[in-house]
């Protein structure tokens, strides 16, 4: 899966969660195919977040020092 | 000087003389003996050379002294001489050899008595506003930030020192030429002076005096001075102070003021105006590093403290957004419902969501966890209560 940014993962998710809750006709194929792909893009996200944070956490250790 | 004297008198009494050594003799002591005299005009008569012959008579006993005054001081003395004036003659007597008459030898003279000062200085007045010596539209103005001023004053007394003393220490440099300016010779010494700074580069001159009457002030009313000042490519003050009537020169002069002192302040008015237009720049810069500086703390505690908290309840709010996608998705997850026992029933690959159309003996696949049942329905049998 191609690397995009927290924003755009959190479009997609959305996109997903919105396709589940107005699906009347469960596809159990296409429906494991979005749950894989939201499982992907939660994990990507978490991961993103967790830099982000971190490299965030420097800054403020930086500021702090000066 | 005592044995001076002796010695002239033992020569004189021990020699004899011929008249004409004896009457240089006499001429020597008396070109020496420089005096003032005062009586009334009389027998005038100007020669076509522009020399003047005249005598000036004793009022109170008739006794009479032949006079000259050459073409060349009479020229710039500043005194019309008539008949009947009273005045007071500087210089010194010389007997003519060839008739042995003694004529005294002026170089200066004065008029004497406030009514005819005042009638020459109305005449001379009248004459120089004509010429439009006294018009605004000659005057020059003092040049901005002056460097290079010309004084013209006595060395003597307070009025050099009043405007040395008053004059800002913006890096005058004071070229001064002593004169006399009171008296019979005052009017010689100025024009000298005149003539001495006119080869020197000056932005400004200022002649100076103090106080005085009418009578002291006679070499500020002088016509020569006046022309000669007035000549002048560069401006000149004059602080001469006056009684009830204003000098002719303080009249002709670019700027007039009273007192050395206000001389000094208007040469220091434009450096005084910079001084003060560079405080003020300075307070702007100032205050506008001050204001600049302010809104960098200002930043600087935006970034510091604001924003990172803007930050982390970002993050905050994202951590939300994917645990509620994760439950979302968790609980829409076919294989965990599954896992669970759920299974979904097909008729010909379409999901069966209700008992209607499905028929005794009809042939529907059974989807459970790890795999698909095929199987034949038997009976269907409908909720009485629900749906």
């Known amino acids: 899966m191609k690397q995009e940014n927290i924003s755009q993962n959190i479009k997609k998710l959305n996109q997903i969660i919105d396709w589940f809750e107005n699906q009347e006709d469960l596809d159990v194929e296409l429906g494991l195919k979005k749950v894989k792909e939201a499982m992907e893009l939660i994990k990507q996200t978490k991961e993103r977040l967790k830099k982000t944070e971190n490299e965030f956490e420097e800054i403020k250790k930086d500021f702090s020092k000066k | ?387």
């Open chain 2, 1 to 387: 000087m005592k044995e001076n004297k002796s010695y002239l008198r033992q020569t004189l009494e021990k020699n004899t003389f011929s008249v004409s050594a004896y009457l240089d003799i006499l001429n020597t002591l008396l070109s020496s003996c420089k005096t003032k005299v005062a009586g009334e005009v009389s027998e005038l008569k100007k020669a076509s050379s522009g020399h003047v012959y005249f005598s000036l008579k004793d009022k109170k006993d008739g006794s009479v002294l032949n006079c000259v005054i050459w073409s060349s001081v009479y020229k710039f003395c500043g005194v019309e001489l008539k008949e009947g004036v009273e005045i007071k003659v500087f210089g010194f007597a010389d007997i003519y050899k060839q008739n042995g008459r003694i004529t005294f030898k002026c170089s200066s003279i004065e008029l004497m008595g406030e009514g005819e000062l005042k009638k020459q200085y109305e005449e001379l007045k009248r004459k120089l506003e004509k010429e439009g010596l006294f018009d605004e539209s000659r005057k020059k103005e003092i040049p901005l930030l002056p460097c290079n001023i010309g004084i013209i004053t006595s060395k003597e007394g307070a009025v050099i020192n009043d405007f040395l003393n008053n004059l800002g220490q913006y890096g005058f440099k004071i070229k001064l030429v002593d004169s006399r300016v009171e008296g019979i010779e005052a009017v010689k010494d100025l024009l000298r002076a005149i003539k001495t700074l006119k080869g020197e580069k000056l932005d400004c001159l200022v002649i100076m005096r103090g106080g005085g009457s009418l009578e002291s002030f006679l070499a500020f009313n002088n016509e020569t001075l006046i022309k000669e000042v007035a000549k002048l490519s560069i401006p000149v003050i004059v602080a001469i102070g006056h009684d009830k009537d204003v000098p002719l020169l303080a009249l002709s002069a670019d700027k007039m003021v009273s007192t050395p002192t206000a001389a000094a302040n208007l040469l220091n008015e434009s450096w005084h105006r910079l001084e003060w237009e560079i405080k003020e720049k300075e307070n702007a810069i100032f205050s506008f590093l001050s204001s600049f500086f302010e809104s960098i703390k200002l930043l600087e505690y935006k970034v510091k403290e604001v924003l990172p908290k803007i930050i982390e309840s970002r993050i905050d709010n994202l951590r939300m957004i994917i645990a509620n996608a994760e439950s979302v998705v968790n609980h829409n997850n076919p294989e965990r419902n599954l896992a669970l026992g759920y299974s979904i029933a097909r008729k010909s690959g379409k999901v069966i969501k209700s008992i209607k159309g499905i028929e005794k003996e009809d042939i529907i696949d059974l989807e459970i966890m790890d795999g698909i049942i095929n199987t034949k329905v038997n009976e269907t049998r409908k909720y009485k209560s629900k749906h």
